[in-house]
T-cell receptor
Framework: NAGVTQTPKFQVLKTGQSMTLQCAQDMNHEYMSWYRQDPGMGLRLIHY???????DQGEVPNGYNVSRSTTEDFPLRLLSAAPSQTSVYFC????????????FGNGTRLTVT | AQSVTQPDIHITVSEGASLELRCNYS??????LFWYVQSPGQGLQLLLKYFSGDTLVQGIKGFEAEFKRSQSSFNLRKPSVHWSDAAEYFC?????????FGTGTKLQVIP
């Protein structure tokens, strides 16, 4: 049972480039979410989804897009990378929205130069 | 707006000493409360959770937490810290659709 899988583990982008962070889970969880972790700021919610075809914004959505075409996958797209998006990104899922513990991936460390 | 506050950024304890990490929340109603631990370079792992009922909850690795409604607090405790407990600890509160995290407390354990 792989749980939540994030790829890539590391990525370096130049300002203005775009990319997609991949997240897949094999637990049939309806709820998936993306967080960014910055020193001293904890984890901040970027976007979340309560099921296939349904997404909504979190606390810091600007500069990011998501889609949820299947239960398993929840990719995060950076449209035009900026240095302020340098961070560690975590994908998480749960079986019962925000009422159940989140299962986390191991993160993607993104550097934008 | 909902918020979670962890007032201690960094705590240092001696191995074998007791530990208490503080967490306060601000929510419209009693939220679902969680403590997570993060080792360097890893994702977050659940230590324990509180939904309702008994206000003292037991978790993994010998941790426990006490929910106090009157103080809007959910402090994490451990009677005797081990060197392997050195990590960053996050308190989190869940409402209907969103989970809000505190800023974390980094625990250092000295021999």
């Amino acid at each position: 049972n792989a749980g939540v899988t994030q790829t890539p583990k590391f990525q370096v982008l130049k300002t203005g480039q775009s990319m997609t962070l991949q997240c897949a889970q094999d637990m049939n969880h309806e709820y998936m979410s993306w967080y960014r972790q910055d020193p001293g700021m904890g984890l901040r919610l970027i976007h979340y989804s309560v099921g296939a075809g349904i997404t909504d914004q979190g606390e810091v959505p600007n500069g990011y897009n998501v889609s949820r075409s299947t239960t398993e996958d929840f990719p995060l797209r950076l449209l035009s990378a900026a240095p302020s998006q340098t961070s560690v990104y975590f994908c998480a899922s749960s079986p019962d929205r925000a009422r159940s513990p989140l299962h986390f991936g191991n993160g993607t460390r993104l550097t934008v130069t | 707006a909902q918020s979670v506050t962890q007032p201690d950024i960094h705590i240092t304890v001696s191995e074998g000493a007791s530990l208490e990490l503080r967490c306060n929340y601000s929510y419209g109603a009693t939220p679902y409360l969680f403590w997570y631990v993060q080792s360097p370079g890893q994702g977050l792992q659940l230590l324990l959770k509180y939904f309702s009922g008994d206000t003292l909850v037991q978790g993994i690795k010998g941790f426990e937490a006490e929910f106090k409604r009157s103080q809007s607090s959910f402090n994490l405790r451990k009677p005797s810290v081990h060197w392997s407990d050195a990590a960053e600890y996050f308190c989190a509160a869940g409402g209907y659709q969103k989970v809000t995290f505190g800023t974390g407390t980094k625990l250092q354990v000295i021999p």
